[in-house]
T-cell receptor, first 111, second 113 residues
Framework: TQLLEQSPQFLSIQEGENLTVYCNSSSVFSSLQWYRQEPGEGPVLLVTVVTGGEVKKLKRLTFQFGDARKDSSLHITAAQPGDTGLYLCAGDRGNTGKLIFGQGTTLQVKP | DTAVSQTPKYLVTQMGNDKSIKCEQNLGHDTMYWYKQDSKKFLKIMFSYNNKELIINETVPNRFSPKSPDKAHLNLHINSLELGDSAVYFC????????????FGSGTRLTVV
């Protein structure tokens, strides 16, 4: 059983469309992070959220941490081909430094 | 100048061999990790070291032995390689053992034939 469930697992959209990726759990996390990974490279940290209800924006990307700190979402506005990649959510259950990863969402943005 | 560097990038070896992967970080971070990414892209923690001390050791076969000569280096030695060990291994570091954001290396793709 996956502790962090990401949905959808695959997403193929046209340039300019909006999308949302979800990361859900029945467990509470002290912090949650989002990463983007490109082929042949390691994941790159996009954002860390620590407070329930927190919203962070990174250009066209909006990240939200659920009020109960059990879930998170990533919303991309006006997706571009450069957004293509594997998006991973990862949570820390007790400030242990041990990150539990979701299974990832593969996003393809077609020009 | 690469923040977290791992070598080699690719490793192809036969079953039963012993191999090592090296990792170095120049970020001044206290904590380093080894993660394994399987063919479905799922990342799972293997080990974590804080200032050369082992703090996380997941259920990993004891054929895998990490070594941290100093806080900037964390190497992974694997004995008696098996087909199921084929995966991409990532080294990562963070400021301290509370986590925060990780900086990952670019990975080592291990193929056991």
């Amino acid at each position: 059983t996956q502790l962090l469930e990401q949905s959808p697992q695959f997403l193929s959209i046209q340039e300019g469309e909006n999308l949302t990726v979800y990361c859900n759990s029945s467990s509470v996390f002290s912090s949650l992070q989002w990463y983007r990974q490109e082929p042949g490279e390691g994941p790159v940290l996009l954002v860390t959220v620590v407070t329930g209800g927190e919203v962070k924006k990174l250009k066209r990307l909006t990240f939200q941490f659920g009020d109960a700190r059990k879930d998170s979402s990533l919303h991309i506005t006006a997706a571009q081909p450069g957004d293509t990649g594997l998006y991973l959510c990862a949570g820390d259950r007790g400030n242990t430094g041990k990150l539990i990863f979701g299974q990832g969402t593969t996003l393809q943005v077609k020009p | 100048d690469t923040a977290v560097s791992q070598t080699p990038k690719y490793l192809v070896t036969q079953m039963g061999n012993d191999k090592s992967i090296k990792c170095e970080q120049n970020l001044g971070h206290d904590t380093m990790y080894w993660y394994k990414q399987d063919s479905k892209k799922f990342l799972k923690i293997m080990f974590s070291y804080n200032n050369k001390e082992l703090i996380i050791n997941e259920t990993v076969p004891n054929r895998f032995s990490p070594k941290s000569p100093d806080k900037a280096h964390l190497n992974l030695h694997i004995n008696s390689l098996e087909l199921g060990d084929s995966a991409v291994y990532f080294c990562a570091s963070s400021q301290d053992q509370l986590g925060g954001g990780y900086t990952f290396g670019s990975g080592t793709r291990l193929t056991v034939v």
